[in-house]
């Protein structure tokens, strides 16, 4: 008998049902117990920080230019409290996340730095290791929020054994944070989505005003995503509260840079959003003869180096620095702001003069030349997602870049199947994608590297695990209905059998 009068409840086991999908369905609810959920998540999460460990434990010796000004930044404000060290050009370069979490590492354990020196940071990645393991937790939180543990232990163990995440954790680089900070951030707008209030919604908006802090190429997000929020919601707030809400979430994240923005304005007398490095890298990815990329620039210009820095003649193309490829190229495009021989252009000008340059880039190629343009934009895209990030060497491995691949290939594969078939949770999944295309819209629009999408990646590979158990779910579902048991008031158990059956007629007797 059914609970409730008129209920209509699931059938017994029939014969037919009786197959080994049905003993892997029941494995899987075993899975899903709290107590097995945990013991897998803590295997997980604990086998994650183990590779994490070990790469923090020798991260190597050498280390990129943005890795030593990382580390000076780091070791300026935990001993100064200044972001300023001594001899930096513009150190508004880089966005102060990364570096605010380095120098808490180094206040925290600085004898673990040695000499303090950026080759001898070692606080600094083993505050990386934590935040990789933390990731992990996170990207479980989301994907079950979704769609339940067992997502939540597929995306989780998707991200502990990602090997360019875990090479990331020896190498001082802002988007391992990034990817945290972002993780946390879309979890607070999921939370908030799903149960709408003022409280929530601004908690969302600062998560979503840190992670800028970290990256700053995610600046155009929150007005996006608030515009995206105030669309989608109309019909379950209304539309004043979906306008009110999308506002909210489009403000508040600018209202937590702003204090650092205007601090960092103040020092270096010019306008600083988060990062000032918007001028160097627009020119470079609109650079149509060098396809966007500083390997193909530096390529096209190196020519420019050789007459201009007499010291850099006899050094091999791929080994000169990017910025000095700039200004070699700025030296002699615009002699009137070379003070003389062998001196410095000063740094204003020098941003100057690398805008106009990124200007008349777009108006020489974009406007003139706008399906070469495009098209260079969308091999950028796909540089970015094609190759895995190969740490400070360089070094490729195959069977990494195939599991990077076929990665990324079934997370956008159960994305797109979420998309279609759970209809429920459709919106979430969307709002969970929009950081995705965004992030690869700007590093189409800038330069796109591989590392790149490390902080995109663990969204990425939330929205596939919990498309793809939410698109089970519904097949699952949809095949369930051809079977339904209605017990009505004061009657007996009717079994209605919506499957297609043929007509058997009765032959003639002889």
């Known amino acids: 008998m059914a609970l409730f009068p008129g209920q209509v409840r699931r059938a017994p086991a029939l014969p037919w049902a009786t197959r080994p999908t049905a003993r892997a369905a029941d494995g899987l609810r075993a899975l899903a117990r709290p107590r097995a959920v945990l013991i897998a998540l803590s295997v997980i999460v604990l086998a994650g920080f183990a590779l994490r460990a070990a790469q923090a434990a020798d991260p190597g010796r050498y280390i990129s230019s943005d890795e030593r000004s990382y580390a000076r930044l780091a070791v300026s404000i935990a001993e100064h409290g200044s972001y300023q060290p001594a001899g930096a050009r513009d150190p508004w370069h880089w966005a102060p996340g ?130 995206c929020w105030a669309l989608g919601a109309r019909g379950r707030t209304g539309g004043r509260a979906a306008l009110g809400q999308g506002a909210l979430l489009a403000v508040l994240p600018l209202l937590v840079v702003l204090p650092w923005s205007a601090y960092a304005s103040a020092k270096a007398e010019r306008f600083v959003p988060v990062a000032s490095s918007g001028p160097s890298t627009l020119f470079v990815g609109t650079y149509l003869p060098g396809d966007g990329g500083m390997s193909g620039v530096r390529e096209e210009l190196q020519l420019y180096v050789r007459r201009n820095l007499t010291n850099l003649h006899d050094v091999r193309t791929a080994n000169i620095p990017g910025a000095y490829v700039i200004r070699a190229y700025i030296r002699e495009r615009h002699p009137e702001i070379v003070p003389g021989p062998h001196r410095a252009i000063p740094e204003d000008k020098l941003r100057a003069a690398i805008a106009f340059e990124a200007r008349r880039n777009i108006k020489t190629y974009a406007l003139r030349q706008p399906l070469a343009f495009l098209a260079m934009d969308a091999r950028k895209a796909g540089r970015m997602w094609a190759g895995p990030y190969t740490g400070r060497y360089g070094a490729r491995s195959g069977w990494v870049r195939a599991w990077h691949l076929a990665l990324v290939g079934l997370a956008v594969a159960g994305a797109l199947a979420g998309l279609l078939l759970a209809r429920r949770l459709r919106g979430e999944l969307a709002l969970l994608l929009l950081p995705v295309l965004v992030g690869t819209f700007i590093s189409a629009i800038f330069v796109a590297q591989a590392r790149h999408n490390l902080k995109l990646l663990p969204l990425l590979v939330v929205a596939g695990a919990a498309g793809a158990v939410l698109a089970a779910r519904a097949l699952r579902d949809h095949r369930r209905q051809n079977v339904d048991i209605i017990d009505p008031p004061g009657a007996e158990i009717h079994v209605r059998d919506r499957r297609p059956r043929t007509q058997v007629t009765s032959l003639p007797a002889r």
Do not use: K
């Not at 990207?139 to 090997?163: D, H, Q, S, W």
């Open 98 to 227: 990364a570096p605010a979490l380095f120098a808490a590492a180094h206040f925290v354990a600085p004898g673990a730095d040695g000499d303090g020196s950026p080759q001898q940071l070692r606080s600094a990645v083993w505050a990386q290791a934590l935040g990789g393991t933390a990731l992990i937790v996170a990207v479980f939180l989301l994907a079950a929020g979704l769609a339940g543990p067992l997502a939540g232990l597929l995306a989780a163990g998707l991200i502990a054994f990602y090997p360019p995440l875990i090479r990331a954790t020896g190498d001082l680089i802002s988007e391992p944070l990034g990817a945290l900070t972002l993780t946390l951030a879309m979890l607070a707008v999921l939370a908030a989505w799903r149960a709408p209030s003022l409280r929530r919604v601004s908690l969302a908006g600062a998560a979503l005003g840190v992670a800028l802090l970290v990256r700053a190429d995610l600046l155009i997000l929150p007005p996006i995503l608030g515009a």
